[in-house]
């Protein structure tokens, strides 16, 4: 089965630090994607990529950066977080016929 | 734009008894559709997809849902619903690279 990890459960931070997230695929798929989830709102769309070094912004990019150097790894940063990205942080890769497999989630508080 | 509507945030059922999630999606072309389900605590799991064909699809867990282009809905339904499944579920439509999700559906389930 694909494995999809997510490398910390919960996480605190506080306002202006650097928060890595780090997410890491078995199945060598090409597609990852970092989605925010909130109550009401549903999964919102931060960033993907579909390659080693190639990045596309999703629907809510401000405030984030991501990084893609393997092709198992794709990492989500926050350069200076803040107490609105106080969320649940979903790391998702692409497989065959358009699935997603999820990771279980981070997450993040920002005091 | 693409987007997707889960008109009803939360929904109680008893035991036994019959569910019908609705979604309603709005896509330029013909649609990729899915249903995923979120277990507290959990990642998101697919339930079924909808790409082509057949517009009654069946998915895990004893669940089916129906493709109606003329309506621009993919209902979600279980004729008998357990206990373990309560969660929350999310109508998903593929655009391009990437998913774009409804807001979610909680579903409680009452003994």
């Known amino acids: 089965d694909v494995k999809v990890t997510q490398s910390s459960r919960y996480l605190v931070k506080r306002t202006g630090e650097k928060v890595f997230l780090e997410c890491v695929q078995d199945?060598?798929?090409?597609?990852m994607f970092w989605y925010r989830q909130d109550p009401g709102l549903g999964l919102r769309l931060i960033y993907f990529?579909?390659?080693?070094?190639?990045?596309e912004k999703g629907d809510i990019p401000e405030g984030y950066s991501v990084s893609r150097e393997k092709k198992e790894r794709f990492s989500l940063i926050l350069e200076s977080a803040s107490t609105n990205q106080t969320s649940m942080y979903l790391c998702?890769?692409?497989?065959?016929?358009?699935?997603?497999?999820f990771g279980s989630g981070t997450q993040l508080s920002v005091l | 734009a693409q987007s997707v509507t889960q008109p009803d945030i939360h929904i109680t059922v008893s035991e036994g008894a019959s569910l019908e999630l609705r979604c309603n999606y709005s896509?330029?072309?013909?649609?990729?559709l899915f249903w995923y389900v979120q277990s507290p605590g959990q990642g998101l799991q697919l339930l079924l997809k909808y790409f082509s064909g057949d517009t009654l699809v069946q998915g895990i867990k004893g669940f089916e849902a129906e493709f109606k282009r003329s309506q621009s809905s993919f209902n979600l339904r279980k004729p008998s619903v357990h206990w373990s499944d309560a969660a929350e579920y999310f109508c998903a439509v593929g655009a391009g690279d990437k998913l774009i999700f409804g807001t979610g559906t909680r579903l409680q389930v009452f003994p």
């Open positions: 896509y330029g072309a013909t649609p990729y």
């Open positions: 998702a890769s692409k497989g065959q016929y358009e699935k997603l497999f």
């Open positions: 990529s579909y390659d080693v070094k190639m990045k």
């Open positions: 199945m060598d798929h090409e597609n």
